[in-house]
């Protein structure tokens, strides 16, 4: 396999140099860092009881990509799907379940994995919903909670980075579906919506 034109040269992609596309607010050598070391503590925490991630999609496949490699275990990895409602920058703490889990929590020790606690409010519903189900723990580990935005108080075992309460895109988080598949996390720059 030939990798030749495919380096990293350092400039901005096509994706990246758009308008609506801000600063960098996370790069990726310091995803990947962070990442690499929340796996190193998770894979000590759990050790002898392998953990059942629970990603909540679609904004933390690619958190869960990245960090269930960096878990040196043998988890086990599902998904559920939620909808907030709300406007397209705001949630309103109502959450819809539109996928939900395929396997049974009773007695796992299972990590939510999450992409950003803004308001908190989405966290603490899926946290409720998920103990009724009788699992052995629940944690959560998200990758960005933004400082200062909480209106309820959680208890986050695992935290990748605190940020400023601004609208954040890229690493899986969209802004009208768009711009997920930027690889480090940038402000969003566009029409407020
Ligand atoms: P919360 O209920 O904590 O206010 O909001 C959580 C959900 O809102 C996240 O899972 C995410 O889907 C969405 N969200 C909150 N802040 C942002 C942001 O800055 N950018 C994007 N793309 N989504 C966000």
Redesign the pocket.
């Known amino acids: 396999m030939t990798t030749a034109g495919n380096e990293p040269t350092g400039a901005p992609s096509r994706l990246e140099a758009r308008p609506e596309v801000g600063k960098v607010i996370v790069s990726e050598p310091e995803l990947q860092a962070r990442i690499a070391e929340l796996g190193t503590r998770i894979t000590e925490d759990y050790a002898g009881r392998p953990p059942l991630l629970v990603g ?1 999609l679609k ?1 933390a496949f690619m958190f869960m990509s990245d960090l269930s490699r960096a878990i040196d275990l043998p988890a086990e990895i599902d998904f559920m799907a939620v909808s ?1 409602y709300g406007s397209a920058t705001r ?1 309103s ?1 109502v959450v819809r379940i539109v996928k939900d889990l395929d396997v049974d929590l009773l007695d796992r020790d299972v990590l939510v994995v ?10 603490s519903y899926l946290q409720r919903y998920l103990l009724a189900r009788r699992p052995a723990s629940l944690e959560v580990c998200a990758l960005l909670v ?1 400082e200062g935005q909480q209106r309820t108080t959680l208890d986050l075992r695992y935290v990748g980075f605190h940020i400023p309460a601004e ?3 890229g690493y899986g ?3 009208d579906e768009r711009l997920r598949n930027i690889k480090a996390i940038h402000a969003y720059a566009g029409p407020a919506s």
Not at 114 to 123: A, K, N, P, R, Y
């Open positions: 909540v904004g907030s949630t703490g999450e992409d950003i606690v803004d308001s908190g409010l989405t966290l933004k609208f954040v895109v988080l969209d802004v």
